[in-house]
Antibody
Framework: QVQLQESGPGLVKPSQTLSLTCTVSGGSISSGSYYWSWIRQPAGKGLEWIGRIYTSGSTNYNPSLKSRVTISVDTSKNQFSLKLSSVTAADTAVYYC??????????????WGQGTMVTVSS | QSALTQPASVSGSPGQSITISCTGTSSDVGSYKLVSWYQQHPGKAPKLMIYEVSKRPSGVSNRFSGSKSGNTASLTISGLQAEDEADYYCCSYAGSSLYVFGTGTKVTVL
C-alpha cells in the first residue's frame, strides 16, 4: 500500500528557508487520480492546509502563506517538496505530507505521512 | 479564510452516541459536498474517517457517520468505545482550490 514519509531538518533558524521532502512508496506519485499536499499543526493546535501539487506541476497555495511557499515535485524520485521562506517562530509545527483524492474520496486526504517536527529557533 | 468552528470538547459514556458539529459558511461547507472528517490520536497522524460528507473509507467502522445541513456538517459516533477517544477535525473545500480545517474537537469517553 502507498506510504508517505517526510524528511528534512528539524531545526531552522529565523529568516531562513524551511525545506522538507515527502517520499512516496508503494505506488507511483504520477497517478492522475491524486494530488499531493502539505499540512501543518503547531503544538496543541489545529491543522492548517499549506498547499498542493499535481504531478503536472500545477500548484495551489493557502493565501495566508502564498508569498512564502513553494511546492515542487520530482516524479523520477517519487517525491514532492515544500519550501517555506522567511520563517519565524510561528512556523514551528509538525509538518505532514498527505495524498488528496481527485476522483475517489474527492478532496479528502486519505493517506498521511507520520509527520515531522520543525522548530524555528536561533 | 477562517477555520471552521467545532466544539472544543464532547464527551459520552461507552455505548452512547455523540455528535460533533462543524460550522462554516456559504463559501465552504454550505457550497460543496466535500466535507471530510479526521481522527487524530495523540502523537499520531490524522486518519480519514469520512469523505464527501457521508462516505466511509474501507476499514472505517460503520459506527462513524456524517451528514450536512446548510453551513453545518456533523460527525456522529454511535456505540462509543474507549478507542474513539481522540481529537477530531473536519475539513471542507472552500473554493478557489483552497481547503479549510475545523478548530478540532476532543472526544472523551467517560
Amino acid at each position: 500500500q502507498v506510504q508517505l514519509q517526510e524528511s528534512g531538518p528539524g531545526l531552522v533558524k529565523p529568516s531562513q528557508t524551511l525545506s522538507l521532502t515527502c517520499t512516496v512508496s508503494g505506488g507511483s506519485i504520477s497517478s492522475g487520480s491524486y494530488y499531493w499536499s502539505w499540512i501543518r499543526q503547531p503544538a496543541g493546535k489545529g491543522l492548517e492546509w499549506i498547499g498542493r501539487i499535481y504531478t503536472s506541476g500545477s500548484t495551489n497555495y493557502n493565501p495566508s502563506l502564498k508569498s512564502r511557499v513553494t511546492i515542487s515535485v520530482d516524479t523520477s524520485k517519487n517525491q514532492f517538496s515544500l519550501k517555506l521562506s522567511s520563517v519565524t517562530a510561528a512556523d514551528t509545527a509538525v509538518y505532514y505530507c498527505a495524498r488528496g483524492g481527485v476522483v475517489v474520496a474527492e478532496d479528502a486526504f486519505d493517506i498521511w505521512g507520520q509527520g515531522t517536527m520543525v522548530t524555528v529557533s536561533s | 479564510q477562517s477555520a471552521l468552528t467545532q466544539p472544543a470538547s464532547v464527551s459520552g459514556s461507552p455505548g452512547q452516541s455523540i455528535t460533533i458539529s462543524c460550522t462554516g459558511t456559504s463559501s465552504d461547507v454550505g457550497s460543496y459536498k466535500l466535507v471530510s472528517w479526521y481522527q487524530q490520536h495523540p502523537g499520531k497522524a490524522p486518519k480519514l474517517m469520512i469523505y464527501e460528507v457521508s462516505k466511509r473509507p474501507s476499514g472505517v467502522s460503520n459506527r462513524f457517520s456524517g451528514s450536512k445541513s446548510g453551513n453545518t456538517a456533523s460527525l456522529t459516533i454511535s456505540g462509543l468505545q474507549a478507542e474513539d477517544e481522540a481529537d477530531y477535525y473536519c475539513c471542507s473545500y472552500a473554493g478557489s482550490s483552497l481547503y479549510v480545517f475545523g478548530t478540532g474537537t476532543k472526544v472523551t469517553v467517560l
